[in-house]
């Protein structure tokens, strides 16, 4: 076998895990839903503002880092669970961490909203 037709099955075998992976994510965690619906929010309300495609960048970066954030956590949960199904103080601590970095995450996401979408709601509030 070539290296070319390796590289194109060992390509195809990542994308299939990464595929089954979000689809764990998806189907196992209420969280990711809820951090897809706010992404489908957004996407609406962008398109509904005319948000321009600096704003596009912001927000969807900073959603797609809220879904790789919760991602992380998710596999570091399962992580710790495989490796010790009982209390243990250092795994833990990095679930915890893990989890910090979702709040932070959603914070940022949050924070970058307002400053697209501020504008729009106060105007339409008023």
């Known amino acids: 076998m070539n290296r070319g037709s390796r590289w194109r099955t060992g390509w195809r075998a990542s994308f299939a895990h990464a595929l089954r992976g979000l689809g764990s ?12 619906a706010g992404l489908l929010l957004v996407i609406v309300l962008g398109v509904l503002c005319g948000i321009t495609k600096g704003e596009w960048l912001a927000v969807l970066l900073a959603s797609g880092l809220v879904l790789v954030a919760e991602a992380m956590n998710t596999a570091i949960e399962a992580m710790g669970d495989a490796i010790s199904p009982e209390h243990h103080e250092m795994i833990g601590r990095a679930k915890d961490v893990a989890a910090a970095g979702v709040l932070l995450a959603s914070i940022a996401a ?15 509030s008023s």
């Open 25 to 36: 994510l998806i189907a196992g965690e209420p969280n990711a839903r809820w951090h897809l």
């Open 110 to 124: 949050l924070v970058v909203g307002v400053l697209v979408f501020g504008d729009d709601a106060l105007r339409l």
